[in-house]
């Protein structure tokens, strides 16, 4: 069994700063890209950002320069501070995991339960 929970969405006012958090837990060999993608309603999910096991992470062209995306490989986390937040981030945020249950074993991607962020006055 492999589990994502996230925790920190909340509302928050616009320029206001939201942090979350992802905490990828169970069997679990490694893990390669860790990630944040978003629904708003009506819409489909898209990415927000992504994060390689190493490398360099990559940004959707609406949340460079405010977002920023970070992981602790030792603990299975990945954050997403999120600054100068827009009425437009409003969404439900999910965190993923390409993750790796055994040597020799493909990688399969698992979902957070998903967190709401509210931008809101």
């Known amino acids: 069994q492999v589990q994502l929970v996230e925790s920190g969405g909340g509302l928050v006012q616009p320029g206001g700063s939201l942090r979350l958090s992802c905490a990828a837990s169970?069997?679990?060999?490694?893990?390669?890209?860790m990630g944040w993608y978003r629904q708003a309603p009506g819409k489909q999910r898209e990415l927000v950002a992504r994060?390689?096991?190493?490398?360099?992470?990559n940004y959707a062209d609406s949340v460079k320069g405010r977002f920023t995306i970070s992981r602790d490989t030792a603990k299975n986390t990945v954050n997403l501070q999120m600054n100068s937040l827009k009425p437009e981030d409003t969404a439900v945020y999910y965190c993923n995991a390409d993750i790796r249950r055994s040597l020799g074993a493909y990688a399969v991607r698992y979902w957070g339960q998903g967190t709401q962020v509210t931008v809101s006055s």
């Open positions: 169970g069997s679990i060999f490694s893990i390669n890209a």
């Open positions: 994060i390689p096991s190493t490398g360099t992470a």
